[in-house]
């Protein structure tokens, strides 16, 4: 066997083991995707959401982190294309939004 092909095993076992993590902590996301795909392609809004086996459905942002339906963490480096400079909903936006609206 050669380095090469160590390389490769040890990456597909890392893969594997991090997508059973990763199904295992995002139950509500698999069944919102079985739900989804009925009705949007990939069962998403936008192909860069589309993730194999299932995309995670966020529930929330503050700042520069998001949580998934299923209550998980992460830190939101995507941030939509920098239209999120300021993080998910930061205080003087989310004021000065709340003013227009009254």
Known sequence: MT???RLMAQAQAIIER???RM???T???AALYERAVRSLPLGVAS???AADPYP???ERGEGSHVWDVDGNEYVDY???HGALLLG???PSMVDAVTKQIQ
Do not use: M, T
């Open 23 to 25: 199904q295992e902590r």
């Open 56 to 58: 995670i459905y966020l």
């Open 3 to 5: 380095d090469n092909d």
């Open 27 to 29: 139950p509500k996301s």
């Open 88 to 90: 998910h909903a930061h």
């Open 78 to 80: 995507y941030s939509g």
């Open 18 to 20: 991090e997508g059973a």
């Open 47 to 49: 192909s860069f959401q």
